[in-house]
């Protein structure tokens, strides 16, 4: 039988989407100074040595050997290089710099890879594993970008970088959402989607009111201002006991400093924006909304208030159902930081909220489940299963640092809901 290959447009649209993908990650291990590479800036995480080899290596263990069965000449590689952390144990890795190979083997080893994985593209007949290839490399740009966030500034390589003007306060208010359906997941067959966004299926969504931005730095200052770092009746009986066990009276971005607050930027310390978004945990946000007698929106309440219209139709994207644009919100790397929360207008949805997509991902009270007819993904079925545990919550919108390409509605992300290292806002609704 013969074997049909993909057609050369798709065959030439994955390779430029899989070289733009290999650039954007490239240019993160560029930042960091070279005696880092073997640092561990967040310490439940991988050194970042490991995610120099690590992408390469899922790259060969799904492509190279798991659908084209070839044989590997580094298998010592494949194997060290395979598995990333997912702290939810409580237990940090004890490994030590001399544990892991010298960078230059490694860059021999991603190039012996590469061209290995271009070489399988030109015989594949399923563009499904390559579609994987590409979004698990644009994820982990940025979840190394997070992590790179946490390296010393002296650690990283000196970026020229603009700040807006500082706006002061946004004044917050709600917008009314009615009842309605709104859909989530996408239909199979439709386009490429990881496992946990199928399959499509509508919900009910009762009216509710939800804030237009998300909360602000400014805002929040009012809750550490209030004590709500020392008041258990506002946290969960998790959250209060990390809260006290680690010890965390602010967010993570934040430094105090004579009196006032310095914020964390990749690349300085600077005056803390009230305007932006505030980033912090899962148990931090959901304190504030407590705080507030409010609740953090489920994912149903999100995509109502996202993509819904008045008229009952629902949209690709907040805005609309044409492409992001620039205008449209601040995502798809154009900005290492945020900017204020209503910086742009013209990605508001239909019923007027703003900053939806982009600028932070947003925290949803929605445990992290499987939806109805989930199949996990026979090359890969460990993706979203082993994370079906009611310790993750899901995310969704995009940060500063998620590309275009991971916008579409039904993507979804999700953490455990003491981590406190994301670009992760929220914002809290009334029922």
Not at 52 to 66: M, P, Q, R, S, V
Not at 322 to 346: C, S
Request: charged share 20%; proline share 7%.
């Amino acid at each position: 039988m013969t074997r049909t290959v993909l057609d050369e447009h798709l065959r030439w649209s994955l390779l430029s989407h899989l070289r733009n993908a290999r650039t954007v990650t490239d240019d993160l291990f560029q930042l960091v100074q070279p005696e880092a590479l073997y640092d561990r800036p967040i310490p439940e995480r991988h050194r970042i040595v490991f995610y120099l080899g690590h992408l390469e290596a899922f790259d060969w263990n799904l492509i190279c050997a798991g659908a084209f069965g070839m044989d590997s000449s580094q298998k010592e590689f494949d194997r060290l290089f395979a598995f990333g952390i997912d702290p939810t144990s409580g237990d940090l890795p004890d490994d030590k710099p001399s544990d892991w190979p010298p960078e230059r083997e490694i860059l021999q080893y991603n190039r012996n890879v590469r061209e290995a994985v271009d070489r399988c593209l030109n015989y594949a007949s399923n563009d499904q594993i390559f579609w994987v290839a590409i979004e698990h490399r644009l994820m982990h740009a940025e979840t190394l970008t997070y992590m790179l966030h946490w390296l010393p500034f002296e650690a990283k390589q000196t970026q020229i970088f603009s700040l807006e003007p500082q706006a002061g306060r946004v004044a917050s208010r709600q917008v009314e959402i009615p009842s309605g359906v709104a859909t989530l997941g996408m239909p199979r067959g439709a386009a490429f989607g990881w496992d946990n966004e199928f399959d499509a299926h509508h919900a009910h969504v009762p009216a509710f009111l939800i804030d237009m931005y998300k909360v602000t730095n400014g805002e929040y200052l009012e809750f550490v201002r209030a004590g709500g770092y020392e008041e258990p009746s506002l946290w969960s009986s998790e959250g209060w006991e990390w809260v006290a066990g680690s010890g965390t009276r602010y967010p993570k971005f934040w430094l105090p400093q004579g009196g006032g607050w310095l914020y964390h930027t990749m690349f300085a310390d600077i005056p803390l924006p009230l305007s932006w978004p505030v980033y912090v945990s899962h148990a931090e946000a959901q304190a504030y909304a407590r705080w507030k007698k409010k609740s953090l929106p489920t994912e149903a309440q999100f995509h109502r208030a996202a993509f819904a219209t008045p008229d009952g139709a629902e949209r690709l994207y907040p805005w609309g159902n044409v492409r992001p644009e620039r205008r449209h919100g601040n995502f798809a790397l154009y900005r290492w930081n945020p900017t204020a929360v209503d910086a742009h207008p013209a990605g508001n949805s239909a019923f007027g909220v703003s900053g939806l997509t982009g600028n932070g991902w947003e925290w949803t009270s929605t445990p992290f489940a499987p939806f109805p007819g989930f199949e996990a993904l026979s090359f890969y079925p460990e993706y979203s299963a082993r994370f079906f545990d009611g310790r993750h919550y899901v995310l969704k919108g995009a940060s500063s640092r998620t590309p275009s390409l991971l916008l579409r509605r039904s993507f979804r992300n999700w953490f455990q809901p003491f981590y406190p290292n994301i670009y992760a806002s929220f914002r809290c609704v009334e029922n």
